[in-house]
């Protein structure tokens, strides 16, 4: 039998797409599950950036792309980078990956070495800290709480930093909190920074046209920052376009060229198609999509308004992407329906079980006393989901 290898037998399965296969498995079993376990949009890719797809087929488009994305890709970013975030990026700055998970893995891979320290404030995104020990790096988890909208503060940052610190990581908005920070919350963690100049920023703005406070903020937008802030975006969210798979990050031309490196010898260029694709949603302004905006919005007051119904759950209200992060740690050591409750999980698979809805485990996170419950569904699913959650747990 094979002997796996070390690396791989301590990486943990990413939580989210386990629950999504858990709750596919329990649909053919033909249990009727509703799945708010996913970041997905529900909606489908615009026929804008489908027609541009249909259009590159048509056009031959099948070689291999260069390894960095397409030039024509790269100035639609540099467009999108001035026009949204007011950031001035040149082509040697850029670097298009398939996804914005393999920019952020690019990046790993190319500034961590054994024993790098790398700042998670928790939330966080649930690959993160995995990728960051796949690279033999050291995450160092920090505690938010739901009462600072789940928010790092320059104190806990200050506090955090050791001679070994590498790297902070951080999402705005964020996944799974929604939260999302001001420039004013930027710049104080900035000025803690200051003191730092060797600690690399990774903002991972995937979620940025998402925003229900109509205010996005980039770290790289303040001059003292800029050279060491790796900004990640990409389009699945925003544009619905998770399968595509196209992700880019904007950074000083030595880690671009870096990552650009590592990328050479592990998939190339991205998929010829989608970037073709991409150009065309890039250089088309963002209310092109705020139709779906503006969905989540409403779906937003939808969700909290009914769990704020439920004993136990206790909300903030998130301002971006699309999910709800309640605390539910006053069901820890409680039984319900014959089962005791003794952390996130437990009451994640709980609902899973007795509710028949799909929902992620805070403890992913890096957050046990919460659960992550995704709005990217249609208000009729939210409404069923959430009365079922109710009499499961009442």
Same mark, same amino acid.
């Given at each position: ?10 990486? =943990? ?7 999504? =296969? ?9 249990? $009727? ?32 792309? !260069?390894? $960095? ?30 996804? =914005? ?21 928790? !939330? ?38 050791? !001679? ?26 900035? $000025? ?31 001059? $003292? ?28 031309? =030595? ?112 957050? !046990? ?26």
């Amino acid at each position: 039998m094979a002997q796996l290898s070390d690396r791989v037998l301590n990486m =943990a399965t990413s939580a989210t797409l386990a629950m999504a =296969a858990k709750a596919r498995e329990l649909k053919a079993e033909g249990k $009727d599950i509703i799945g708010l376990s996913l970041g997905e949009p529900d909606f489908n890719t615009p026929d804008f950036i489908k027609e541009a797809a249909i259009q590159a087929i048509n056009d031959d488009y099948n070689s291999y792309s !260069p390894v $960095d994305g397409y030039v024509e890709l790269k100035d639609a970013i540099i467009t999108k980078f001035k026009r949204d975030n007011g950031l001035q990026y040149s082509r040697s700055q850029i670097v298009v990956s398939t996804g =914005a998970k393999q920019s952020l893995a690019n990046i790993a891979a190319v500034l961590l070495n054994p024993g790098d320290e790398v700042i998670l404030p928790c !939330p966080y995104w649930v690959s993160y800290s995995d990728i960051v020990k796949l690279n033999e790096g050291v995450p160092v988890e920090v505690k938010t709480s739901i009462d600072h909208d789940f928010k790092l503060t320059p104190q806990q940052l200050e506090d955090a930093i050791t !001679p070994k610190t590498k790297m902070i990581w951080y999402s705005s908005p964020c996944n799974p909190s929604g939260s999302v920070y001001s420039k004013d919350e930027l710049r104080a963690l900035a $000025d803690v920074l200051q003191k730092y100049p060797n600690i690399i920023v990774v903002s991972d703005e995937i979620y940025e046209h998402i925003n229900f406070i109509g205010d996005h903020a980039s770290m790289a937008q303040f001059e $003292d920052m800029y050279d060491r802030t790796v900004t990640v975006n990409g389009v699945s969210k925003a544009f619905a376009m998770t399968g595509w798979r196209i992700g880019y990050i904007g950074a000083s031309e =030595a880690i671009a060229k870096a990552c650009t490196k590592m990328q050479g010898q592990v998939t190339s260029g991205a998929n010829c198609i989608a970037q073709r694709a991409v150009i065309t949603a890039l250089n088309e302004p963002p209310s092109r999509v705020q139709y779906m905006i503006d969905q989540f919005k409403v779906r937003r007051e939808l969700i909290l308004n009914l769990l704020n119904d439920i004993e136990g759950f206790k909300t903030n209200v998130p301002e971006g992407a699309f999910y709800v992060f309640p605390d539910i740690s006053h069901y820890f050591g409680k039984t319900l329906k014959g089962k005791t409750i003794a952390n996130a999980s437990d009451f994640s698979l709980f609902l899973l079980e007795f509710a028949n809805v799909a929902t992620v485990t805070g403890e992913a996170f890096g957050n !046990p006393n919460c659960i992550r419950i995704s709005y990217a569904a249609s208000q009729e699913q939210i409404i069923e989901a959430i009365k079922r959650i109710k009499e499961a747990v009442s």
